[in-house]
């Protein structure tokens, strides 16, 4: 079992940036592949980015060149860099975990925590 607690985000305005933290317990964090995943408000969850255990990096188009993942296994923590925020960035924002890897569907995540709201006014 693994749990995750994401934390840092807030109010920001358009163009500002923020640094998403998840921070996973209960197994080897290296082993896994971690995943964002965020959902606005009438919305489906849709990816972000993911980053293999080999540290390996995946982006959707909507965030490549603004957002960077990252991840330290010795503090068992992924983050999101998130720069050059738009208002359609509001969303919440939840990691997830996979034991296989990285990916950009939800089904391949086994674990995921219970988000962190991002809201970005114009």
């Known amino acids: 079992q693994v749990q995750l607690v994401e934390s840092g985000g807030g109010l920001v305005q358009a163009g500002d940036s923020l640094r998403l933290s998840c921070a996973a317990s209960g197994r080897t964090f290296s082993q896994l592949g971690m995943g964002w995943f965020r959902q606005a408000p009438g919305k489906e969850r849709e990816f972000v980015a993911g980053?293999?255990?080999?540290?390996?990096?995946y982006y959707s188009d909507s965030v490549k060149g603004r957002f960077t993942i990252s991840r330290d296994n010795a503090k068992n923590t992924v983050y999101l860099q998130m720069n050059s925020l738009k208002p359609a960035d509001t969303a919440v924002y939840y990691c997830?975990?996979?034991?296989?890897?990285?990916?950009?569907?939800?089904?391949?995540?086994?674990?995921w925590g219970q988000g962190t709201q991002v809201t970005v006014s114009s």
């Open positions: 980053v293999t255990w080999r540290s390996n990096t």
């Open positions: 997830a975990a996979s034991r296989t890897t990285a990916s950009p569907l939800e089904t391949g995540y086994n674990y």
